[in-house]
C-alpha cells in the first residue's frame, strides 16, 4: 500500500507563501495524475491543481497566477507553490495520485492565512 505523505502547510499572513511537498512512500510508475485539493469548513473538497505525467497543469480559476503545481517523477512528489496567498485560502490540503489502476489520497496539512 503506497502512503502520500504532505507537509509544507503552516500559518502565514496574507500575501505571504508556501510550499508544500507530497511524496510518495514508495516508488511508484509516473504514469498518473497527481494533484491538491482543499477543504475548508462546512465546504465540499475541491480541486486545486492537477498536473499530468507530462507536466500539464490544470488550476482551478481562483488560483490562478498565484499557484504553481510541479512534480518531480523521479522522487514520485508532488508541489504546490502558493504565493499571494488570501484568507480564502485557508483550509486543509489533501494530495492526490491516481490513475485507471489506483488512487492514493495523503492525510492533508493545514494552511491558515491571517488577514
Known amino acids: 500500500q503506497v502512503q502520500l505523505v504532505e507537509s509544507g502547510g503552516g500559518l502565514v499572513q496574507a500575501g505571504g507563501s508556501l510550499r508544500l511537498s507530497c511524496a510518495a512512500s514508495r516508488s511508484i510508475d509516473s504514469l498518473n495524475v497527481m494533484g491538491w485539493y482543499r477543504q475548508a469548513p462546512g465546504k465540499q473538497r475541491e480541486l486545486v491543481a492537477s498536473?499530468?505525467?507530462?507536466?500539464?497543469?490544470n488550476y482551478v480559476e481562483s488560483v490562478k497566477g498565484r499557484f504553481t503545481i510541479s512534480r518531480d517523477n523521479t522522487k514520485s512528489t508532488v508541489y504546490l507553490q502558493m504565493n499571494s496567498l488570501k484568507p480564502e485560502d485557508t483550509a486543509v490540503y489533501y494530495c492526490r495520485c491516481y490513475s485507471t489502476r489506483y488512487t492514493y489520497w495523503g492525510q492533508g496539512t493545514q494552511v491558515t492565512v491571517s488577514s
Open positions: 498536473i499530468t505525467s507530462g507536466g500539464t497543469p
